[in-house]
Nanobody, 116 residues
Framework: EVHLVESGGGLVQPGGSLRLSCVGS????????MSWVRQAPGKRLEWIAD????????TYVNSVRGRFTISRDNAKNTLYLQMNGLKPEDTAIYYC?????????WGQGTQVAVSS
């Protein structure tokens, strides 16, 4: 059975940092392109970053570029999102996604709240 499990969310003050993890099981994460997607309260899903199979290519939405870093450890079947300089507008549920051709796997999400 396939699972993606996110962790690392929480409440942080503006300017703070968090590191999200997404652990895959039941499939080989290294065979999939991986993404982080978030959904803020009352808003649609927003893609924020993705990374190719090897980790050599990364792209970011403008609003997080320079503050967030996506990375992966295929040996550990794990995807990461290092988030620095957090802002209140980063408050959202963060989901990881694994994609290969028509196959998509989603995690259950982890809540990030940025507030003073």
């Amino acid at each position: 059975e396939v699972h993606l499990v996110e962790s690392g969310g929480g409440l942080v003050q503006p300017g703070g940092s968090l590191r999200l993890s997404c652990v895959g099981s039941g499939f080989t994460l290294g065979n999939y392109a991986m993404s982080w997607v978030r959904q803020a309260p009352g808003k649609r899903l927003e893609w924020i970053a993705d990374i190719n199979f090897s980790g050599g290519s990364k792209t970011y939405v403008n609003s997080v570029r320079g503050r967030f870093t996506i990375s992966r450890d295929n040996a550990k079947n794990t995807l990461y999102l290092q988030m620095n300089g957090l802002k209140p507008e980063d408050t959202a549920i963060y989901y990881c996604n694994a994609q290969r051709f028509e196959t998509n796997y989603w995690g259950q999400g982890t809540q990030v709240a940025v507030s003073s």
